[in-house]
């Protein structure tokens, strides 16, 4: 290990370690995620794309990583991890290396050593911010801002792909879909068409769409918006999850506005606004909808209980609904799987 710098772009900088093999500047959008479990699902969540993450737990890597089979998505897409201690031994009799070898074959950055307690106290009082991990002291030209870029067409997946065989036909918007979220629409009698996020499907027979998580600011996909708004005329359920909520959004009319500092973790308590019934969510998102803009014909069903944030909506009269958090998890908890349920019954 060699000295290293958290380095953000007002000139805060942390000293910690990287691994010696580390050369280049790691530059994003750094955030925090609570998860005490869960790494190698965080890292393999599209909707990281382009960001530093800080994982407030202070220990990370003790399990190692496994096969592909408990990944997200096909590789990392996080720029960055911030860890306080990254374990180079692991336990678990299905892991395959460690995390840090793990990174290493990823080409993704770590500092370790690193104070998350005081990073993360800064980020809940300034916001998130940009950053980079580099092994000089010194902040490098330009930080780069994720959220500037149409992240969602860079983790889209490019060509359709088909799975299940059952009587419904599912349309399933990629803008950086979750793999879990997969395994739980093929729980039911569905089959699933994977499009890109600029496929436009509005002229074939579907049953319903499902729109996907994904990363950074929701009004950098136009071409997805316009496909949604010709889709939505057609009156089909519509199930939105994540940036898939914002999305549903703002093609009804609404607005979003980026949150201080996003929420981030296995423990965000949501209330379901019409039973006042608490759920625990998996939630990875720093954008959310602007309640005021909200149309008539549309209602708030669940509240973030630490911000009062909408953490979903759906239609007055047709069957459009969406969550800002995973009720898929992987990793977190699935208190509320039951929402592919819903799905599936209205199609």
């Not at 606004?273 to 608490?278: A, F, K, L, S, Y």
Request: some cysteine.
């Amino acid at each position: 290990m060699k000295k290293s710098f958290l380095i953000l772009q007002n000139g805060v900088v942390f000293e910690g370690l990287s691994p010696d093999w580390q050369e280049e500047v790691a530059s994003g959008e750094v955030v925090f995620t609570t998860g005490m479990t869960g790494y190698t699902e965080t890292l393999t969540d599209p909707s990281y794309a382009g960001q530093i993450i800080v994982f407030t737990y202070p220990l990370i890597g003790n399990y190692g990583v496994g096969s592909e089979d408990g990944w997200e998505s096909e590789k990392i897409h996080a720029k960055g991890v911030v860890v306080s201690t990254s374990s180079p031994h692991f336990s678990h009799y299905l892991a395959t290396c460690s995390l840090q070898q793990w990174l290493k074959t990823q080409g993704v950055a770590l500092i370790t050593k690193i104070d998350t307690r005081a990073v993360t106290k800064y980020l809940r009082t300034s916001g998130a911010t940009l950053g980079a991990i580099s092994i000089s002291e010194n902040p490098p030209a330009q930080f780069d801002d994720p959220n500037q870029t149409n992240l969602v067409a860079s983790v889209s997946s490019c060509k359709r792909s088909d799975y299940g065989n059952g009587a419904k036909r599912v349309i399933a918007v990629d803008c950086g879909m979750k793999k879990n979220l997969l395994r739980h629409l093929l729980e039911y009698d569905v089959r699933v068409t994977i499009v890109s996020h600029d496929d436009d499907f509005t002229e074939e027979n579907y049953d319903g769409i499902f729109l996907s998580n994904g990363p950074g600011d929701p009004t950098q996909c136009p071409k997805t918006l316009e496909i949604l708004k010709k889709a939505m005329r057609k009156k089909k359920p519509i199930f939105g999850v994540c940036l898939g909520n914002q999305m549903l959004a703002l093609a009804a009319g609404a607005k979003t506005y980026k949150l201080k500092f996003g929420h981030r973790g296995q423990n965000q308590p949501c209330i379901d606004v019409e039973t006042g019934r608490c759920y625990m969510t998996s939630q990875n998102h720093g954008y959310a909808v602007d309640e005021k803009s909200l149309p008539k014909d549309w209602k708030v069903t669940f509240r973030n209980l630490n911000d009062g944030s909408i953490e979903g909506i759906s239609h007055r009269t047709l069957p459009y609904f969406s969550v800002q958090f995973h009720p898929e998890a992987a990793p977190g908890p699935t208190d509320t799987k039951w929402f592919f349920k819903r799905f599936a019954e209205l199609l």
